[in-house]
């Protein structure tokens, strides 16, 4: 199938973009890469009377230290995310979770930005975001705002972005001290949504205690979720004390809306969901507690 006829606009800055959005209203579609998106206007799963594309406005595009967190633009791609020094140090958990994304081609055009705008429950940005408590930067013609991701992803392929509004960047806090991060996800073949998948960002004390932990679930719910009964019992505890199986468990107990389709059964994905928190953890750990 080919896309329904629209109106093809590039903006060259974000006024400009953010002008497009608000005169076009519901008509017009942000294209921030479009790896997501252009199979779906192929298929005429969605169509529109305008298409913005981003790839001229500089602005969104970049990586750099900002007061204790590392600022992605909302255009940087994939691939310059993967190939980032910047990214490993200060931003492990961004850095391990992008080669997981698609294939190199896909890294080679898709985009932070977008991928979190079109928050799919089973891609990896969206888990990572929520996982290290990030902020997203947004801009309407009404100014600036800031967006926890906490309440940024609101269902299916939904979030907190009015209709007029345009995703800039997103502020991924830097942990410090002794600190791990890892992620886990199982798909059919590599390069394929995740059936289920998990991240683990853990912070130990001198005493191999858990300072801090976050555990982020991707593939399990309408959206990506957190672990939160694991964190809280995990937080304060010596690390020996704790069995991974029992912290992936507990990451799953509170999920009540795992989808089921073609591909897995909602039993099937929670068992393996608590199985990648499982790893997750123990690679997370292990790397705290070497540093």
Known sequence: MKPAPFDYHVPESVDDAVGLLASLGDTAKLLAGGQSLVPMLALRLAVFEH???????????????????????????????????????????LAQATPLIGHFQIRNRGTVGGSLAHADSAAEYPAVALTLDAELEAQSPRGRRTIPATEFFTGVWSTALDEDELLLGVLLPVWEGRCGFAIEELARRHGDFALAGATVAVELDCDDRVARC??????????????????????????????????????????????????????????????????????????????
């Open 214 to 291: 976050a555990i982020g679930l991707l593939g399990l719910d309408s959206v990506p979720r957190r672990g939160s009964a694991a964190e809280t019992a995990a937080v304060g505890r010596a690390i020996h004390e704790l069995d991974p199986q029992e912290i992936g468990r507990a990451a799953v107990a509170e999920l009540d809306n795992v989808p089921a389709d073609l591909h897995a059964p909602a039993d099937y994905r929670r068992r393996v969901g608590a199985e990648m928190v499982s790893r997750a953890w123990t690679r997370a750990v292990e790397e705290a507690g070497r540093g």
């Open 51 to 93: 298409l913005v594309d981003l790839r001229r406005v500089e602005e969104l595009r970049g990586i750099e230290r900002r007061n204790g967190s590392l600022w992605v633009g909302a255009g940087t791609r994939q691939a310059v995310i993967e190939a980032s020094d910047e990214v490993r140090a200060a931003a492990p958990l």
